[in-house]
């Protein structure tokens, strides 16, 4: 070990288990890429302002979690917490949404950043796959997304997740429930920081975990009774979308989420072994998020799907993906003239597409055979002074053990003959 440590809450991502990693975001990927959303890639930080705005002042994420720093020359950046922010600066600065060509739709992958008390399933720099479709309002595209993540999971193999869904409602509706749910809270014998929290964000009282808060707010105001018809008929298009497609979902009606931006469809993705950090992913709808970072108004709809919590899901699950073997053949050379003849080999095979390793260092017959059977190569080419006198090589089946000389001229056309 060297002196230095990972920091608290973060991870290195290590073979084998890091070829995981990239398939499960490929998993996630795959049916956006399918479903016409094209890759942005945005700055691991952003102005500070983006995020207290868009994400909001109140949230736990920018007032607690953020990692806000000034730089040398006095720029107040943060440390990215979030995509959707990000990602909607980046379309409106490329002007992506004047290109006449509605909803934008866009995905990406990457590191994110909160100061979060770490623990199983909750680092301090995780990873995200997410997706934002900007610029419509349409139900079938909230729809859409909803489906494409279920499809996601359902291509690993995930079955014990569930989807929650809720509606917030709109700038009309809204406004007038938060009324009579503060009016409600208000009244109810609660600590300092919730009576805060009351003024600031009430909805997210709702969503308090402690039982002597849940026992209180049984009779209060329900966003669902305040719902407007537009949001109503909007929300119940979104469900029957959803169904037909054969996508189950439970609704919530004490769904909030953590960020301040959403307006009308929210969700979110849970596995039932995960413990307290069950929520794999989550996303909604967030129309007024352009105006709010100063933008014009375009509805928008996305999701983040939490992929380090996704493989603690598959874990939960006993599910191993079947990764495809990282090498096909493994070159043993004996002597240094094999040496120089096998490596000619492996830079052939490469160069055809065969993935294929070598002995690499001084290391004896016996060490380089156990390089190979780590490998998981299915075959390996072993070649000595007398074989290549005799213008072969040994190729041994690593599945079946048997081994035969095979011409070195045509070895790699016959090694790709029986991968095939
Ligand atoms: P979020 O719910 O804050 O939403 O994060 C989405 C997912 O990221 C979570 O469900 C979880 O799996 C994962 N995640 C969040 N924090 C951590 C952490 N500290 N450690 C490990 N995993 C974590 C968003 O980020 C929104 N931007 C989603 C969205 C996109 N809404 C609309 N578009």
Not at 90 to 104: D, I, M
Not at 228 to 257: F, I, P, S
């Amino acid at each position: 070990m060297s002196t230095f440590q990972a920091p608290k809450g973060t991870y290195d991502l290590i073979p084998p288990k890091s070829a995981v990693t990239l398939a499960v975001r490929e998993a996630i990927a795959a049916p956006l890429k399918n479903s016409g959303y094209g890759y942005i890639e945005t700055p691991g930080f952003e102005n500070v302002e983006l995020f207290s705005r868009g994400v909001g002042e109140s949230t736990d994420i920018v007032s607690k979690e953020m990692y806000a720093f000034e730089t040398k020359g006095g720029d107040k950046l943060a440390l990215r917490p979030e995509g959707t922010a990000s990602v909607l600066r980046a379309a409106l600065e490329a002007n992506l949404h004047k290109a006449g060509n509605l909803p934008v739709k866009l995905w990406y992958s990457g590191s994110y950043y909160r100061y979060e008390r770490p623990q199983k399933g909750r680092y301090r720099h995780f990873s995200q796959v997410g997706a934002e479709a900007i610029g419509a309002e349409d139900p079938a595209l909230d729809a859409e997304l909803i489906i494409l993540a279920h499809q996601a999971y359902r291509s690993l193999g995930l079955r014990d997740f569930r989807i929650l869904l809720n509606s917030l409602g709109d700038k009309e509706c809204r406004p007038v429930y938060r009324d009579a749910l503060q009016s409600f809270l208000r009244a109810l014998e609660l600590d300092e920081d919730t009576r805060r929290r009351i003024e600031i964000n009430p909805l997210r009282v709702l969503d308090d975990k402690r039982a002597e808060v849940q026992k209180q707010l049984v009779g209060a105001p329900m966003l669902r009774d305040y719902l407007c018809d537009a949001c109503k008929a909007y929300h119940e298009e979104v469900r029957e979308l959803l169904t037909a497609a054969g996508v189950g979902y439970e609704d919530d009606e004490k769904l909030v989420r953590g960020l301040d931006y959403y307006t009308r469809t929210t969700f979110e993705f849970v596995h039932d072994g995960l413990g307290s950090q069950s929520a794999v992913g989550g996303g909604g709808r967030y129309d007024g998020l352009s105006e709010m970072i100063g933008g014009p108004a375009l509805p928008s709809v996305g999701w983040a799907l939490g992929v380090d919590r996704t493989i603690l899901a598959l874990e939960a699950e006993g599910i191993e993906l079947e990764l495809p073997s990282t090498t096909s053949v493994f070159a043993v050379p004996l002597g240094e003239e094999a040496r120089r003849v096998l490596f000619g080999l492996v830079t052939e095979l490469r160069r055809a597409g065969v993935a294929a390793d070598f002995s690499y260092g001084a290391k004896g017959l016996k060490g380089a055979m156990k390089s190979a059977n780590r490998s998981g190569a299915r075959y390996t080419v072993v070649a000595g002074e007398r074989d290549l006198a005799e213008g072969v090589v040994q190729l041994k089946d690593m599945q079946s053990g048997e081994q035969s000389p095979v011409p070195l001229a045509d070895a790699a056309n016959t090694i790709r003959e029986r991968l095939a």
